[in-house]
């Protein structure tokens, strides 16, 4: 029992004390109970060991039950005090709760009752305490909360970070969407020998096939139409530094075999030039494809992934270290509730249970996101199961679009209004789902990418508002 939170009894008369104790008990029996007969003992208990719930009579020789609630709650703010007095007067009652009493309760005292409010007094201090050695993790931890953890998987992925951080070899990150390929891309920069130097990020399939060898290689005047100065690459920007190449496993044929040039021989070419530049520059790639099939269907060069996987770092389905959520959801919570400016909130002991139950397929950037929405949805400071349920907008019908039917129109017109209509409702709900991964997004609607690409384009559709 000494792990048992405890509950003090302070009464200067033994017998009621005692009365208490045997009564409160039995309905409590994961408490321990200790009495001493006043304010003095009462402080000196409390410096001695500290207690969860302190219920304590208000008129007693020496210190009063609102001077002891004063003192003991300069040792231990949180502590839960609760008042009994015979004196029940409104005044007393206001002025014990503005001091910060728990809870006030009249005499002659219902037992049951008393045991409801200690026991909710122990939920309180299970869940304050519970939240203070999250923060106190969080703290410790000294990195993105997304890649806090104490599970073995996510340990590791510390571990192997800090490995590879030393060298200078390509990394090859993998895992699915949403796990935190480019922080853990981030965190590898910062302990790095290049820490100094540029860290630049691009998402491959974000940029159209035929201007992404000039966004990375760079290119000269008129290589091609439009092109009316030399304008310098990505790998030249990020000289001395790192550049990730974000989905690398959705960049075309043709940019692979530049690539594979540049790995091998540590020098550009901009489009339309005849002269390599040298380039001093650490690559690290990402990607949620299966390579090895990319290779199997021939769209993935296997000489370039031989490159790209020097080095190797997975980064782990939240579902691998469901023990986790407790520690990044409330890590989530206090940047959120910074970032929105709302006082703190903390989860309920059922709240994180109810996270920790659910499967996040869109990984600990969804975690983030619902996060996100509790902290502007939820209304109390405590955020519990019925508030998570309420905020899970999960399952719900996208709003239909209006059509403007004032006007008679020409079939054709009306037409093109219904299938716009339908047709940003689809792809709306498919980025949604895919986490505005255009790659993935086309593979699952059965589109080309290209078209996929026209069709955001058409509909004013940003990608990266999904992600």
Request: proline share 4%; net charge neutral; charged share 25%.
């Amino acid at each position: 029992m000494s792990d048992a939170p405890r509950v003090l009894l302070v009464d200067d008369q033994p017998d009621f004390a005692r009365g208490l104790v045997r009564l409160l008990a039995p309905k409590l029996p994961d408490a321990r109970f200790d009495q001493v007969q006043s304010s003095d003992a009462a402080l000196a208990s409390l410096r001695r060991e500290p207690c969860a719930v302190l219920v304590t009579d208000l008129r007693m020789p020496g210190l009063s039950g609102l001077e002891l609630l004063e003192q003991a709650l300069a040792l231990a703010p949180h502590l839960g005090v609760v008042l009994l007095t015979a004196y029940g007067d409104i005044d007393t009652a206001v002025a014990a709760l503005k001091a910060g009493a728990y809870d006030f309760l009249t005499k002659p005292v219902d037992s049951q009752h008393l045991a409801r409010v200690i026991a909710k007094g122990l939920e309180r201090d299970a869940l304050l305490r519970e939240n203070s050695r999250l923060r106190a993790m969080v703290a410790a931890g000294g990195c993105e909360p997304s890649l806090l953890g104490q599970s073995r998987a996510m340990v590791h992925v510390r571990e192997s970070i800090a490995a590879v951080a030393g060298s200078d070899y390509t990394v090859l990150i993998r895992g699915e969407s949403g796990t935190g390929k480019e922080l853990a891309a981030r965190a590898i920069h910062a302990l790095s020998g290049r820490a100094g130097g540029p860290f630049l990020s691009v998402n491959c399939p974000a940029i159209p096939d035929q201007l992404l060898e000039s966004e990375l290689f760079g290119h000269v005047r008129g290589a091609f139409t439009g092109a009316e100065r030399d304008r310098k690459g990505l790998f030249q920007s990020a000289d001395g530094g790192v550049i990730v190449l974000d989905e690398i496993g959705d960049i075309p044929m043709s940019v692979q075999t530049k690539l594979l040039h540049v790995l091998q021989e540590r020098e550009v070419r901009p489009v339309g030039s005849s002269r390599p530049i040298a380039v001093n520059v650490r690559i690290l790639a990402a990607t949620n494809q299966d390579l090895e099939a990319r290779i199997a269907d021939k769209t993935f060069r296997e000489d370039l992934y031989y490159r790209l996987n020097v080095l190797n770092l997975r980064m782990p389905a939240l579902r691998e270290h469901r023990d986790d959520i407790p520690l990044l959801a409330t890590a989530f919570l206090e940047r959120a509730c910074r970032e929105t400016g709302i006082g703190e909130k903390v989860f309920a002991a059922e709240g994180l249970a109810e996270l920790s139950g659910r499967d996040w397929p869109g990984n600990v950037r969804e975690l983030l996101n619902f996060v996100r929405r509790l902290t502007v949805f939820c209304r109390g400071d405590i955020i519990g199961r019925e508030a998570i349920r309420a905020a899970d907008q999960t399952g719900g019908d996208l709003p239909e679009t209006e059509v403007d039917n004032s006007l008679p129109c020409p079939y054709l017109e009306a037409k093109a209004r219904v299938v716009d209509a339908f047709t940003r409702r689809y792809v709306e709900q498919l980025l949604g789902q895919t986490r505005g991964n255009i790659s993935e997004a086309a593979r699952a609607s059965g589109l080309e990418r290209v078209s996929l690409q026209k069709i955001l384009r058409r509909l004013g559709i940003a990608a990266e508002s999904f992600r």
